[in-house]
Structure formats: structure tokens, C-alpha cells
């Protein structure tokens, strides 16, 4: 079984340039997660989509940050404009909620530098 | 509100000796607990989860851990360190009610000396 895909795993911007982020849930998985991970620190949640419905944004800095899921399978992750402190590593996760208790699952992340 | 705390940002230990890793966690509900490693430039991998069956919980590589609810621990452990576990483990804790809402600590860097 495949797990979850992201691309690209490393992006390098200047600060104010626009940057995306594109993930790929595991297949029958109808939540999914976008964390970012600061240098030393565990993930925090940005958002969290039920299907197409984002349920949980209430982390995500909506003057700069916005997600779509479109058709509740693949997501993609936006910044713009880039700061200097958006950069992290971002990682995607899915999980089933017909299942107890809802074990995340990974991608390997996307590395940003922003310069 | 649940919290998540590791215990020792950095740990060592020799191939072949005990592994304990540390995490206690705080939650106003029944939690759920999770441990996962996360391997350089890896996304995180999970471990083990706790689901309020089993207190001794068994998972992958030869790790365990414990959940004493009177300590509000939820430690760790592998009898004998190999190499291949030099890793960074995170503990994290949801809510059973909203076991979305995954918080996670801040992680604990084991390096494995030969």
C-alpha cells in the first residue's frame, strides 16, 4: 500500500516569493493534515480537512497561509508571501475515521528555506 | 487542553544497553498515546499507540512502553539498543474523544554509541 506523497520534498524561495506545497493522502483515507515542524520542535497543526471540509484551521495564519482539498483526495498547501520564519518542514498526514482512534499516518515532508 | 512532555531533549546510549525514553502527559479526558520515530529527513513513522486496552503496549523494531495512569507516564522502552535506532522519538497525546487532535512533545534525539 502506498503511503503519503508529497511533493517536492525540499524548496528553496526568497522571502516574499510564493510557494505550494502538494499532498497525496493514503488511498480510502478521508481526513487529512497539514503540520509544520519547526527546527527541534514536534509538528503543529495548520489545518485539518474532513473530506473537502477543512474542521480545523484555527492554527493556520490565514493572511498568508491557505489549503484547498479539492474532491476530498489530494491537498495542496500555499504561502504567500513567504517570511523568513516560514521556514520548517511541513508534512501532510491522513487517517480513516471509520477506525479507533484515528492513527495519523506520515509523508516524508516538504523542507522550506526561505532566504 | 492536553500537553505532552519529554523528558531529556538528548539522549544517549550504548549499542546493546536499555533504552528509556521519557514522556508524561496531561489530559482533562481519557487519552489516547502515540510514539513515533521520525529518521533524518523522514516523515514520522509511528511506533506504537496506546487505545485504553493494554497498558503495556508492543510495537515495531522491539519497542514498548507503558501507560501508568497514576503517573501520567507513558515511557518508552527497547531491552537492547542497536544502531539503527539513532533516531528522533516523539510522543504525542490526543484526546479519546477527538482523537484527530494529535499534540505532540517536542521531541527526544537518541543517539546509539558502538
Known amino acids: 500500500e502506498a503511503g503519503v506523497v508529497q511533493s517536492p520534498r525540499y524548496k528553496i524561495i526568497e522571502k516574499k516569493q510564493p510557494v505550494a506545497f502538494w499532498c497525496n493522502p493514503i488511498?480510502?483515507?478521508?481526513?487529512l493534515y497539514w503540520y509544520r515542524q519547526n527546527l527541534g520542535q514536534g509538528p503543529e497543526l495548520l489545518i485539518r480537512?474532513?473530506?473537502?471540509?477543512?474542521?480545523?484551521d484555527s492554527q493556520l495564519p490565514k493572511d498568508r497561509f491557505s489549503a484547498e482539498r479539492l474532491k476530498g483526495v489530494d491537498s495542496t498547501l500555499k504561502i504567500q508571501p513567504a517570511e523568513l520564519g516560514d521556514s520548517a518542514v511541513y508534512l501532510c498526514?491522513?487517517?480513516?475515521?471509520?477506525?479507533?482512534?484515528?492513527?495519523?499516518?506520515f509523508g516524508p515532508g516538504t523542507r522550506l528555506l526561505v532566504l | 487542553a492536553q500537553s505532552v512532555t519529554q523528558l531529556g531533549s538528548h539522549v544517549s546510549v550504548s549499542e546493546g544497553a536499555l533504552v528509556l525514553l521519557r514522556c508524561n502527559y496531561s489530559?482533562?479526558?481519557?487519552?489516547?498515546l502515540f510514539w513515533y520515530v521520525q529518521y533524518p529527513n523522514q516523515g514520522l513513522q509511528l511506533l506504537l499507540k496506546?487505545?485504553?486496552?493494554?497498558?503495556l503496549v508492543k510495537g515495531i523494531n522491539g519497542f514498548e512502553a507503558e501507560f501508568k495512569k497514576s503517573e501520567t507516564s507513558f515511557h518508552l522502552t527497547k531491552p537492547s539498543a542497536h544502531m539503527s535506532d539513532a533516531a528522533e522519538y516523539f510522543c504525542?497525546?490526543?484526546?479519546?474523544?477527538?482523537?484527530?487532535?494529535?499534540?505532540f512533545g517536542s521531541g527526544t534525539q537518541l543517539t546509539v554509541l558502538p
Open positions: 504525542a497525546v490526543s484526546a479519546a474523544g477527538s482523537a484527530r487532535q494529535l499534540t
Open positions: 498526514a491522513s487517517s480513516f475515521s471509520g477506525t479507533s482512534p484515528h492513527t495519523q499516518y
Open positions: 489530559s482533562s479526558v481519557p487519552p489516547y
Open positions: 480537512y474532513e473530506n473537502e471540509e477543512a474542521v480545523d
Open positions: 496506546y487505545t485504553s486496552a493494554a497498558t
Open positions: 488511498s480510502g483515507h478521508n481526513t
